[in-house]
């Protein structure tokens, strides 16, 4: 939990509380630190709610859209300022209704004790990192090798233009990199089926049979050596140098990289004679507000 402090005069919160004027309230809102949001036809709003009390922050931006400030460059960041309208009420409800926002109509049984707003400027800072979730821990993948945070030069075994920590499969053998742990037992280093000290994930030949695991098909290709099995007491025959079969592979694997975004809101220049404050941390855009079709890309790499 996010817990925001601010001071109320009493001068404007004669409602909530007596007291004499001038006295300051010292109140905590205790707000979860994800915010949701939703699109109208020109403008999107932020917002979060709670119970006990119930209350609400909310921020509308006007002519923006989630996928605008998902648009990372190339260094998979972004940053933008926009004008915006802060909204903090306070309700006689004990328990808000999940539509209170986001919705053509508004709730009819909502009654709002209290309603406080002002200009504000929306600063949105996003960063994407993106993985190939072949169970591979990045670090290990050589991602940085200078360690200068350049990617450029982080490690391709197979020379496919995408790096291994992006690289579902590894070694370029259409073999997808998280089914070459053959044990099973997460270290993908000890799996070694022709003793090449060459770990399977990086071995293009897997059986050592001088057939590249990848042309290790029968009658057809489909880029999935997996489901080729003459002798199933050994197994796919890209595993059994006994068996040489070959089909000459022509194209990769369609690879799908995993996106995962954090995207958090800062408000400044508020203007609320409530608020100690003219700066706000509203915390970060809840995973689950973010579109599905921005959380994978696919690609399938140049044959070579």
Do not use: W
């Not at 925001?4 to 979860?32: H, K, Q, R």
């Not at 709610?49 to 998979?76: H, R």
């Not at 997808?176 to 770990?199: A, R």
């Not at 694997?253 to 995993?258: D, K, M, W, Y």
Request: net charge negative; charged share 25%.
């Amino acid at each position: 939990m996010r817990k925001l402090f601010f001071s109320l005069l009493t001068f404007s919160f004669a409602s909530l509380i007596s007291c004499s004027d001038g006295d300051i309230i010292n109140v905590e809102l205790d707000f979860d630190d994800e915010f949701s949001a939703c699109e109208g036809v020109q403008d999107i709003v932020l917002y979060n709610t709670k119970n006990d009390p119930s209350e609400s922050l909310s921020v509308i931006i006007s002519n923006y859209t989630i996928d605008e400030f998902l648009a990372v460059g190339d260094d998979n960041t972004f940053t933008v300022t926009k004008s915006g309208t802060l909204n903090y009420r306070t309700y006689s409800n004990s328990q808000l209704p999940s539509n209170l926002f986001c919705n053509d109509i508004p709730p009819s049984d909502i009654n709002i004790v209290n309603d406080y707003s002002s200009s504000c400027q929306a600063v949105i800072n996003t960063s994407l990192t993106e993985d190939d979730n072949d169970g591979v821990p990045a670090a290990l993948e050589n991602m940085d090798p200078n360690g200068d945070g350049n990617y450029d030069d982080a490690q391709d075994t197979d020379g496919d233009g995408l790096p291994d920590y992006l690289d579902a499969d590894d070694d370029g053998d259409n073999v997808l990199t998280k089914d070459e742990d053959l044990d099973d037992d997460g270290d993908f280093t000890n799996d070694d089926t022709d003793g090449d000290t060459i770990p399977n994930y990086l071995d293009n030949d897997d059986d050592g049979d001088g057939i590249n695991t990848r042309d290790e098909e029968n009658d057809s290709q489909d880029q999935n050596p997996t489901n080729d099995i003459t002798n199933s007491d050994v197994g796919a025959d890209y595993l059994n140098k006994d068996v040489a079969t070959s089909v000459t592979a022509t194209a990769y694997r369609v690879h799908t990289i995993s996106k995962t975004y954090l995207v958090t809101l800062t408000l400044t220049g508020i203007d609320i004679e409530i608020l100690s404050q003219d700066e706000l941390d509203f915390g970060k855009l809840a995973d689950s507000e973010i579109p599905s079709s921005n959380k994978t890309r696919t690609i399938t790499p140049e044959f070579n």
